[in-house]
Nanobody, 121 residues
Framework: QVQLVESGGGLVQAGGSLKLSCAAS????????MRWYRQTPGNQRELVAG???????NYADSVKGRFTISKDNAKNTVYLQMNNLKPEDTALYYC???????????????WGRGTQVTVSS
């Protein structure tokens, strides 16, 4: 069974940096896209950044120039380098991925449980 496990969250002062990781495991044939989302209480989940199997990246306007998404195909891991963090970046950050697994014809979306990022002013 596929699992996505995030790590790297924490408490940081405004202007600081954090690097999040999300490792996928469990019967994986291929990963088509991996994404980072974030959500704060009472608000909808926001797409922060995505990276395709071919390396194409996209970012939310609010994080362009500050966040960088990257991946390590050999480790089935996606990263989110977050620089110049702002208090409004405080949220629970989730990893999502479109994955094809053994014995299943279609690609499915999978989600991690999230890692908390808190930015103090």
């Amino acid at each position: 069974q596929v699992q996505l496990v995030e790590s790297g969250g924490g408490l940081v002062q405004a202007g600081g940096s954090l690097k999040l990781s999300c490792a996928a495991s469990g019967g994986i044939v291929s990963i088509h896209e991996m994404r980072w989302y974030r959500q704060t209480p009472g608000n909808q989940r926001e797409l922060v950044a995505g990276i395709t199997s071919g390396g194409y990246t996209n970012y939310a306007d609010s994080v362009k120039g500050r966040f960088t998404i990257s991946k390590d195909n050999a480790k089935n891991t996606v990263y989110l380098q977050m620089n110049n963090l702002k208090p409004e970046d405080t949220a629970l950050y989730y990893c999502g991925a479109d994955i094809k697994t053994w014995g299943v014809a279609a690609t499915r979306a999978y989600w991690g449980r999230g890692t908390q990022v808190t930015v103090s002013s």
